[in-house]
């Protein structure tokens, strides 16, 4: 126990030690996640409000490694991008995404975007660009079917390059979504200085509507908001039939959630655009 002076007081307690102990453990084995073929992409659904046809799909990173079992994203990521293990990681899951994308699209299933999520670190480091033209010059018919999700707090933090390198990726005619919107501490003219092409509304407004009246407002005024600024909206974390209703009764374009669809392996995303594409 340390003594701060004041009143204050840090204590280290059995938990704490834990935890660091589970972070360094996650490093290690996340070191060889990769060459060991412990990763793998699922793909969620993300459907029109309007038609509920599948129209795209977001990439979600599984890390199952053989003692620890599944680990989560919401766990390894933030381990990934303290010790900068992120870097190989999104560079295997961006050529990993290509690579199925080139055979949905062979198959003539390939949705009209497939979504991945690029990490704050990786989105301020600047070669990204660079490395997406490298990966798809081989298959360029590719590039607008691509969209990069990044979070609110990683294109704020240096709005300077956030906007450059959003505006270097729309030119190659990828597009971009704010994910995460309403999530963080940032102010709504931030928004308005991005070149985003779509925004996603957290999990954390979707799972109150449309039961919770303040709730129903922020979602409403963040669609109203969107569209005002020319952008897109997708709601996540769609888990109810009354949840989608209210969405679709204030304009939200895009919906994704259980309700429509678990993030599932890309053979089954397949099926369920290939269904919906027949007459
Ligand atoms: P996110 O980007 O906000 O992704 C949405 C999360 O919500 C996913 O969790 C998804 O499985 C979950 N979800 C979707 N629909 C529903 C629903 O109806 N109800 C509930 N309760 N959850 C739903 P997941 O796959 O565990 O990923 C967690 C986070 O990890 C992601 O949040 C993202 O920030 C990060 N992540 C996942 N894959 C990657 C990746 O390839 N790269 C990076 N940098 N981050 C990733
Ligand atoms: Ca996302
Ligand atoms: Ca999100
Ligand atoms: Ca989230």
Not at 93 to 112: C, D, F, H, K
Not at 144 to 157: D, Y
Not at 270 to 275: G, H, L, N, S, Y
Request: glycine fraction near 8%.
């Amino acid at each position: 126990v340390q003594h701060d002076g004041g009143n204050a007081v840090c204590f280290y307690t059995p938990e704490m030690a834990a935890a660091a102990t589970r972070r360094m453990l996650l490093t290690v084995h996340l070191t060889h996640a990769i060459e060991r073929n412990e990763m793998y992409l699922v793909y969620q659904p993300i459907v029109d409000a309007k038609t509920g046809r599948v129209v795209s799909a977001e990439a979600l990173l599984r890390w199952n490694h053989e003692s620890l079992g599944a680990v989560s994203p919401g766990e390894f990521i933030p381990v990934a991008e303290e010790s900068g293990l992120i870097v190989p990681l999104t560079d295997w899951v961006l050529s990993t995404a290509i690579g199925q994308m080139m055979r949905w699209n062979a198959e003539g299933v390939l949705p009209e975007r497939v979504f991945l999520n690029i990490s704050g670190q990786q989105f301020l480091r600047g070669n990204l660009t660079l490395r997406l033209e490298e990966l798809l010059s081989g298959c360029p018919e590719l590039r607008p079917h691509l969209g990069l999700e990044i979070t609110e707090q990683a294109a704020v933090r240096d709005l300077k390059v956030a906007v450059k390198t959003l505006g270097e990726l729309s030119a190659l005619g990828i597009q971009t979504a704010i994910d995460d919107f309403g999530s963080g501490y940032s102010s709504l003219s931030y928004v308005q200085q991005l070149p985003v092409a779509k925004l996603k509304i957290d999990r954390a407004f979707v799972i109150d509507v449309p039961d919770n009246p303040k709730s129903n407002a922020l979602v409403r005024a963040a669609v109203g908001m969107a569209h005002g600024l020319g952008l897109t909206t997708v709601a996540e974390g769609v888990e109810t039939v009354e949840q989608r209703d209210f969405l679709v009764s204030v304009g939200c374009d895009l919906l994704q959630g259980y309700h429509f669809g678990r993030p599932m392996m890309p053979d089954l995303l397949a099926d369920m655009v290939r269904e919906q594409r027949q007459p």
